[in-house]
T-cell receptor, first 117, second 109 residues
Framework: GAVVSQHPSWVICKSGTSVKIECRSLDFQATTMFWYRQFPKQSLMLMATSNEGSKATYEQGVEKDKFLINHASLTLSTLTVTSAHPEDSSFYIC?????????????FGDGTRLSIL | GENVEQHPSTLSVQEGDSAVIKCTYSDSASNYFPWYKQELGKRPQLIIDIRSNVGEKKDQRIAVTLNKTAKHFSLHITETQPEDSAVYFCAASDYKLSFGAGTTVTVRA
């Protein structure tokens, strides 16, 4: 149980392209999902907290107009990297917190490797 | 916000020996402390966690201790095996997870 599917797993695109990443909870409902970014040999850094039916909460330093988050249902959150540039190349990972859970654990997706040429 | 420090950054141990990784946190509101193992290019895998109302937890070769007063928590791996080689992250949470910088563990055969 508690499976989170993230798609795509790998994407390579040209600079200036917008890229959408999907995060789905397959066997549970998730009111809250989280988006992380991980640069090579670094830790996971929380980008934003996504709540179903409301606006995402972004961490300090994360541009909300560049990283668009939509959480329109209890099983799907999307992250769109708009006008991506090489410095946006990273490993993006989502996690989901089962509805009704006041605390952890979060369930992680497999991540998306984004490479911008 | 929460600040989690993790030491050491790298750890090399002989197979069969123990490995210990230590973390400190800053926010007394944090009440959940998970440990993750991450292999290259893969998602972090929860290996053990502890909540603030518990001082110690053990699962086979893995144990975690928590000292709330000192805001310290540690991961102990006994009888290490080559497959324990990976990057380990500690984290602290009162809702959002704040991760430590990670420890690269290498188990020498």
């Amino acid at each position: 149980g508690a499976v989170v599917s993230q798609h795509p797993s790998w994407v390579i695109c040209k600079s200036g392209t917008s890229v959408k990443i999907e995060c789905r909870s397959l066997d549970f409902q998730a009111t809250t999902m989280f988006w992380y970014r991980q640069f090579p040999k670094q830790s996971l850094m929380l980008m934003a907290t996504s709540n179903e039916g409301s606006k995402a909460t972004y961490e300090q330093g994360v541009e909300k107009d560049k990283f668009l988050i939509n959480h329109a249902s209890l099983t799907l959150s999307t992250l769109t990297v708009t006008s991506a540039h090489p410095e946006d190349s990273s490993f993006y990972i989502c996690s989901a917190l089962p509805s009704g859970t006041t605390n952890q654990p979060q369930h992680f997706g497999d991540g998306t490797r984004l490479s911008i040429l | 916000g929460e600040n989690v420090e993790q030491h050491p950054s790298t750890l090399s141990v002989q197979e069969g020996d123990s490995a210990v990784i230590k973390c400190t946190y800053s926010d007394s509101a944090s009440n959940y402390f998970p440990w993750y193992k991450q292999e290259l290019g893969k998602r972090p895998q929860l290996i053990i966690d502890i909540r603030s109302n518990v001082g110690e937890k053990k699962d086979q070769r893995i144990a975690v201790t928590l000292n709330k007063t000192a805001k310290h928590f540690s991961l102990h791996i006994t009888e290490t095996q080559p497959e324990d080689s990976a990057v380990y992250f500690c984290a602290a949470s009162d809702y959002k997870l704040s991760f430590g910088a990670g420890t690269t563990v290498t188990v020498r055969a």
